[in-house]
């Protein structure tokens, strides 16, 4: 069983910065894809960023206001930690942001294992 566990969220003023950590344990990552999601108060779970453990290999979401560019994942092979770093923050970027981890890349939500999820708010 694969346990992830988010943390970094918070309460930031638009145009601030964030970064969220999930940090994983109970498997080794290198057959997994790591993502991240986020679900605005009220919507559908979406997703954010992607990479592939093995290759380091990044994916984005394809918003019209995308998050590429903004956004950017990385990952620690050390600590098993991957990383969503976040800056120009927008109002709309509030929602609960999700780690996941699947073997399979997709940009839906069938990703196997996921963390309890944390909060970030942007302030305007």
């Known amino acids: 069983q694969l346990q992830l566990v988010e943390s970094g969220g918070g309460l930031v003023q638009a145009g601030g910065s964030l970064r969220l950590s999930c940090a994983a344990s109970?498997?080794?990552?290198?057959?997994?894809?790591m993502a991240w999601f986020r679900q605005p108060p009220g919507r559908q779970r979406d997703f954010v960023a992607a990479?592939?453990?093995?290759?380091?290999?990044?994916?984005?979401?394809d918003y019209t206001d995308s998050v590429k560019g903004r956004f950017t994942i990385s990952r620690d092979n050390a600590k098993n930690t991957v990383y969503l770093q976040m800056n120009s923050l927008k109002p709309e970027d509030t929602a609960v942001y999700y780690c996941?981890?699947?073997?399979?890349?997709?940009?839906?939500?069938?990703?196997?294992?996921w963390g309890q999820g944390t909060q970030v708010t942007v302030s305007s």
């Open positions: 996941a981890a699947n073997h399979i890349h997709t940009r839906t939500i069938d990703y196997t294992y």
């Open positions: 109970g498997r080794t990552l290198s057959t997994y894809v």
């Open positions: 990479t592939r453990w093995s290759h380091g290999t990044t994916y984005y979401a």
